[in-house]
């Protein structure tokens, strides 16, 4: 099975309490178990993590392009203004490895803060308002993109 890092952002040990109404009431544990199933279900090895702390999410995706891991990421905050973290992806992907960028909530039709992304322009792909399900369409976003080489 292929290993698959599904890293999310800051706030994000927070669902099912942080804004319901934006990011539904399920937790973290839920996501957790339903990308373990999905990735499970297309042949994909998922290992859920999250934090808050900028640098050790940066350390994930350098982790990541050393052991030749695609990558899921929900940035969350750190979409908007984290060009370490952008740096970090930009190697992802000039590994040659997919890197799906997800956000459960469609950031375009929130805050006007919060439609710009550094990295969209160096992600795979980017799934944006799908709620959990959107983790489900990044994995077999992922499986295709390793089938086709």
């Known amino acids: 099975m292929t290993r698959v890092m599904v890293i999310n952002g800051p706030n994000l040990g927070r669902l099912g309490v942080r804004e319901p109404d934006v990011y539904g009431s399920q937790d973290l544990k839920t996501l957790s178990a339903d990308c373990v199933t999905w990735g499970q279900r297309l042949g994909l ?19 990541a392009v050393d052991e030749r891991t695609p990558v899921v990421m929900n940035p969350a905050a750190f979409t908007h203004y984290s060009y370490g973290l952008a740096d970090a992806a930009h190697m992802v992907t000039d590994a040659g490895l997919p890197l799906m960028e997800v956000h459960i909530s469609n950031p375009s039709a929130r805050e006007s803060f919060r439609k710009h992304s550094v990295i969209s322009p160096v992600a795979t792909g980017t799934i944006t308002g799908m709620g959990f399900f959107g983790y489900k369409l990044a994995l077999e976003s992922v499986a295709y993109l390793l089938r086709q080489k």
């Open 45 to 63: 090895d998922v290992e859920v993590r999250q934090s808050d702390d900028e640098a050790e999410v940066i350390g994930w995706m350098h982790d």
